[in-house]
């Protein structure tokens, strides 16, 4: 039982090395939240400072620090490029993959496990992002985790029969019990504190509003005593708020009060123009998580139908996917930021509610429901012609952009990028409509196995050649032109700015050099960098470089006759500002 337990954890790891690591680094970073958090380890490695998080060498208050130390130590073994941005993901890819099978195969088998793990793999959005160089996947498996042991918890801590026959149970069943729940509340904790330490106190918020509801769900039964709940309090602080507490010991509170202002502006107001109606997540989650998201809806739409033949514990593990599901949902449906990756963490719950009808529908224990076949069709019929049209879209682009059909002068400058198309990449998008199709067909004829499981193994498949040769030709499209100029200007002594658009792209692409320290700035520790305006219009003392998109250049032309334009591309007009 061992071995094969051993021989699949193996496997699982080889497999995620296979499907996340090759080609980490093969296109660009995309601007902005990759780029972000790449330049605060670049930051980090340049100036040596590892406990100051800092953007542009001034103090960064919207994000704690440990997904960067990951990157910053990733970048001094590989150096700073985006393989060294990414392979954190990667690895918290392998991690949770292999946490999904142990937690599988203990709560129901083996083979479970594995479904779970093929579910996750094999779906767009969430295999996409152990690719990506974004907090999210880590932030994720530390809450998740939190969740697993807090379940195991309040599992054990509720009403239940204690075996005696358990073999690691001492006479003193009572003290054996309060152990146990110790252990479990103390690793709750801890992880929870680990995705404060990542993310924010989102991650109290998340795990509060839940443990919320479940105690609404259970009628206000008792779940944690008053010691529990401090100890659980105040092992979350001293991890997750640690650095907080430092920062407030050496003089830095003013980051802390920029932090908490910043997390509340995220839930008042739209950020950056990242704005989106209430359903926004819905949609995300139905399309971006397919097929996974379509064989979880029979347990979100009737979480007590087929699928209640189960264990107790069974139930109560479900029982607490579903509010992790729900709640986060809701909770970044309400919150006024609309950005993809903000209802991530519902990927967790959902692949496993997804798992678990698909394990009951290979079990035969669960209907085979129409409508998923009818969602399947149309889901991958959608995003296979969305994949198919690209080459295409880029084939006739002239006749599009004299057509007048994109109104977005930047869009439409973005367009005319000369990429190189092999005209196979359509392809993808016909294989992955045809593979499902004939998945569903199978599922038709009474071969359910082959044809559930092939779905998946259609879109694994999709979803990798996608990121392998559609990724790299869409970032041209959007950054590479921008990207490309700031990589020009690496080892040149110049300012870089851009205007009227946010980015971090020329920071990390064109290495910015530290500063000198400000002969006025507390302990030297902060940067004096030129203000934009100071740049535009005041004394330099070297040359001044701006990006901006094209659809300002005329205005800022205009407002600031210093400057020259040097050329434009892709939607982008760059300039330069002389030493007179």
């Known amino acids: 039982m061992k071995s094969s337990i051993l021989k699949y954890n193996f496997l699982i790891v080889l497999a995620a090395l296979l499907f996340f690591v090759p080609f980490l680094g093969s296109v660009h970073l995309f601007d902005w939240d990759e780029i972000n958090f790449a330049e605060c380890a670049r930051e980090m490695v340049v100036t040596g400072d590892y406990f100051s998080v800092k953007i542009n060498y001034q103090y960064f208050w919207e994000k704690p620090p440990l997904f960067i130390w990951m990157q910053a130590l990733s970048m001094n073994i590989f150096g700073v490029n985006e393989f060294a941005a990414r392979i954190p993901n990667a690895i918290a890819g392998c991690i949770s993959l292999l946490v999904f099978f142990n937690i599988g195969r203990k709560l129901i088998d083996e083979k479970f496990g594995l479904i779970w793990v093929l ?16 907090i999210d ?37 009572d003290g054996y019990k309060n152990q146990k729940n110790t252990r479990l509340l103390l690793l709750s ?72 202002i910043y997390q509340i502006r995220l839930f008042n107001t739209e950020d950056s123009g990242h704005g989106g109606p209430f359903y926004y997540h819905w949609i995300i989650l139905l399309i971006g998580c397919f097929p996974l998201s379509v064989f979880a809806l029979p347990a979100l739409i009737n979480p007590k139908g087929e699928l209640n033949a189960d264990t107790p514990f069974q139930k109560h593990f479900k029982l607490w996917m ?63 012609l969305v994949i198919s049209a690209l080459p295409f879209i880029d084939k006739y682009k002239q006749i599009i952009i004299d057509a007048n059909i994109i109104k977005d002068k930047f869009a439409v400058e973005n367009l005319k990028a000369n990429v190189t198309w092999t005209n196979f990449e359509w392809l993808i998008g016909i294989f992955l409509i045809v593979g499902i199709l004939a998945m569903i067909l199978l599922i038709n004829k009474n071969r359910r196995k082959q044809g559930l499981i092939g779905i998946f193994i259609i ?92 659809t300002m250049a005329e205005a800022i032309l205009k407002d600031y006759p210093t400057l020259n334009e040097i050329y434009r591309k ?11």
């Open 119 to 134: 579910v996750y793999l094999g779906s767009f959005l969430p295999h996409f992002y152990f690719k990506s160089g974004i």
């Open 570 to 580: 892709n939607g982008f007009v760059f300039f330069v500002r002389e030493v007179k």
């Open 322 to 384: 579903l509010i992790l599901f729900w709640v986060v949902l809701i909770l970044f449906s309400i919150v006024k930021t609309k950005i993809v990756h903000y209802s991530s963490l519902c990927y967790f719950p959902l692949s496993f509610l997804a798992a678990y009808v698909l394990y009951k529908l290979l079990n035969e224990e669960q209907v085979w429901k129409k409508y998923m076949g009818i969602l399947l069709i149309i889901i991958s019929g959608i995003i296979g």
């Open 189 to 260: 904790a801890v992880f929870i504190g680990l995705g404060v330490l990542t993310k924010g106190p989102v991650a109290i918020l998340i795990f509060s509003i839940c443990l919320l509801v479940f105690w609404v769900i259970k009628k206000f039964q008792a779940i944690l005593g008053l010691k529990q709940l401090i100890i659980f309090a105040l092992t979350v602080a001293s991890i997750g708020l640690l650095w907080f507490v430092i920062l407030a010991l050496t003089g830095n509170s003013v980051i802390i009060k920029e932090f908490i």
């Open 459 to 550: 879109c694994l498949l999709s979803v990798n050649m996608a990121s392998l040769l559609i990724a790299p030709r869409i970032e041209k499209y959007t950054q590479s032109a921008a990207i490309e100029f700031y990589q020009y200007l690496q080892n040149k002594d110049c300012y870089i700015e851009t205007i009227g658009f946010k980015s971090y792209a020329h920071l990390f692409y064109s290495q910015k050099k530290q500063p000198p320290p400000s002969i006025n700035s507390k302990e030297n520790r902060m940067y004096q960098t030129p203000s934009k305006d100071s740049l535009l219009k005041g004394y330099i003392d070297k040359p001044a470089y701006f990006v901006c998109k094209i």
């Open 137 to 173: 996947p880590w932030f994720n498996l530390f809450i998740f985790c939190g969740f697993y042991y807090f379940i195991l918890f309040s599992n054990y801590n509720l009403p239940v029969k204690i075996q005696k026959t358990e073999k690691t149970a001492p006479n003193n069943l």
